[in-house]
């Protein structure tokens, strides 16, 4: 029997050994291998994130990580979004962004996020107000955008 998705939010000093290797297990599965990737996952901002995720059946189905202004850019961001492949489709990206968003908002007292979107997400981010900047680069292969989602 499929048991109910538990949404959680922690700091870094928060999270159990078990929760960090699941945390860098999925992100690893997605962003390395899924993507073909290969780049350095654990990065060092980690120490400096608040991670949210979904769990299922003890497995985590989708995760983010924010960060307050002044860490990744001089507005709080929001990275490493991602719904693992067997659970696409179920809308969990979107309650993630909103959760990540309204952890911003709450948490760090801003509304004003920046974020390194894959080109392939501009629409799915611009649905929570996020603007594609001229700033486009590749990372690690991959085309991105800088967006940024201001107070209204």
């Given at each position: 029997m499929m048991s109910q998705v538990v949404w959680k939010?922690?700091?870094?000093?928060?999270?159990?050994?078990?929760?960090?290797?699941?945390?860098?297990?999925?992100?690893?599965?997605?962003?390395?291998?899924?993507?073909?990737?290969?780049?350095?996952?654990?990065?060092?901002?980690d120490k400096k994130a608040a991670h949210i995720w979904a769990e299922q059946n003890d497995q985590i189905i989708a995760y983010c990580r924010v960060f307050e202004p002044g860490i990744k850019y001089a507005e709080a961001?929001?990275?490493?979004?991602?719904?693992?492949?067997?659970?696409?489709?179920?809308?969990?990206?979107?309650?993630?962004?909103?959760?990540?968003?309204?952890?911003?908002?709450?948490?760090?007292?801003?509304?004003d996020i920046k974020i390194s979107a894959q080109d392939y997400l501009l629409k799915f981010y611009s649905d929570f107000g996020f603007i594609a900047t001229e700033h486009k680069y590749l990372e690690d292969d991959i085309p991105h955008t800088e967006m940024v989602r201001c107070s209204k």
């Open positions: 939010i922690k700091s870094f000093e928060e999270l159990s050994t078990k929760e960090l290797y699941e945390i860098l297990k999925v992100r690893q599965e997605v962003f390395v291998v899924e993507q073909t990737c290969y780049y350095l996952d654990a990065d060092g901002s961001s929001i990275g490493r979004v991602l719904t693992h492949p067997s659970y696409r489709n179920l809308n969990l990206g979107k309650i993630l962004v909103r959760i990540a968003i309204d952890t911003i908002e709450g948490r760090f007292r801003t509304t």
